[in-house]
Each structure stands twice: as C-alpha cells, then as structure tokens.
C-alpha cells in the first residue's frame, strides 16, 4: 500500500531533550516536506526537499534539522525542543515538486514539549 | 510574501451546496490546491487549478481566477461525512517550490 509513515504518532518529551520524528514513504517520491500544524495558524512549511541532499527552508525552519540521504527517508530533527514547538507535524511527500501534483500526508506526529 | 484568506466556519445542510471561498496574494504562483482534513486525520488531495475556470471532479469543483487571486471549492449534493476542514494552498515558484496554506474552513453539515 502506497504509505507515508510517520513515526511516534505521539510524543510527550522535556524541553531540551533531542528528538527525532521519522518520515518515510515508499512511493519512490522525489519531493518531501514537513510541516506543522497549529490552531488559528494552519500549516506551515517547515523544510523540504526537492530531492536526495537537496533540503531548504519553508516559513518556520527556526529550531528544526532536517536530512534527506535516502529518497524514501525525511526525519525531522529538534536539537533542543521548546514548549512553543509543541505542534500537530505532517510529513508529505509528492512525486516530483508540486506542480499539477498531489502531496500525500502522513497521519501526522503530536508532539507535547513539557 | 503569501497571504491566504479563507472563511474559519461555515454551515451547511445535508443534501445543499456551499461555495467555500479563498483569496490570496502569492509571489510567483504557480496553482492552487485544495485539500480536506477531517478532524484528527492527515490532509488529503481534493483538487488543483492553475489556469482560470472551473475544474469538476464529481460532487467538487474548484474555480480559479488569477486576475482576482480568488478561488473557489465548490461542493454538491452534501453528505455527513463532508464534515470536515478544507485548506485552501498556494503554490510559489520562485526557482524553489513553496506552499501556502490557509488556516482552513471547518465546514459541519446538519440534517
């Protein structure tokens, strides 16, 4: 089944502790990207990746890592968590950009900074 | 930069139609999507426009005008289940692709 996967679907951690949120989708997609969401704000692009090593920054990368070594593979990376980066996160990824192309949404990561 | 408007909540009755409607400021746009969002799940694909007039897909419909920067989702024959939130996005191409999203529309739909 043609999936994004996104893993924990739940997170409760402290501030300052590093955390990683996987992302990886198996429908040999080029395009990749995060996002959060938070309510009366909508989704924010976070970073994304065109391709293999290429990743830039969206409208909110302040506090967030990415990687892209793999095509199938996004993780999203918080050094050093805060409690405003408390948030509902999607991970997407399309075929190839976005143009004339649907993304496709992972079931999405609620994360809880304490 | 990008600027998205779109109604919070709206109502409507089973078996009606509503006109969701959106308006944006993009640099270098390059289309608009809609995507519906029940409440706790993942977005999902509804519809993308990037020349003006009127795309139908079944009980949707989405209308683009780029002189306006106006879009909008239309949808018939109402169900239940099309209780959910729709975001309206705004793709910008400016060598690097972005998008846009809206702070959606929660739409509930009553017997």
């Known amino acids: 089944e043609a999936q994004v996967t996104q893993n924990p679907r739940y997170l409760i951690t402290v501030t300052g502790k590093k955390l990683t949120v996987t992302c990886s989708q198996n429908m040999n997609h080029e395009y990749m990207s995060w996002y959060r969401q938070d309510p009366g704000l909508g989704l924010r692009q976070i970073y994304y990746?065109?391709?293999?090593?290429?990743?830039d920054k969206g409208d909110v990368p302040e506090g967030y890592k990415v990687s892209r070594k793999e095509k199938r593979n996004f993780p999203l990376i918080l050094e050093s968590p805060s409690p405003n980066q408390t948030s509902l996160y999607f991970c997407a990824s399309s075929l190839s950009g976005l143009v004339n192309t649907e993304a496709f949404f992972g079931q999405g990561t609620r994360l809880t900074v304490v | 930069g990008q600027n998205i408007d779109q109604p919070t909540e709206m109502t409507a009755t089973e078996g009606a139609i509503v006109q969701i409607n959106c308006t944006y400021q993009?640099?270098?746009?390059?289309?608009l999507f809609w995507y519906q969002q029940h409440a706790g799940e993942a977005p999902t694909f509804l519809s993308y426009n990037v020349l003006d007039g009127l795309e139908e897909k079944g009980r949707f419909s989405s209308f683009l005008s780029r002189s306006k920067g106006y879009s909008y989702l239309l949808l018939k024959e109402l169900q239940m289940k099309d209780s959910a939130s729709y975001l309206c996005?705004?793709?910008?191409?400016?060598?690097?692709?972005?998008?846009?999203f809206g702070t959606g529309t929660r739409l509930t739909i009553i017997p």
């Open positions: 993009t640099s270098g746009f390059n289309g």
């Open positions: 996005a705004a793709l910008s191409n400016f060598g690097n692709e972005k998008l846009t």
């Open positions: 990746s065109m391709n293999v090593e290429v990743t």
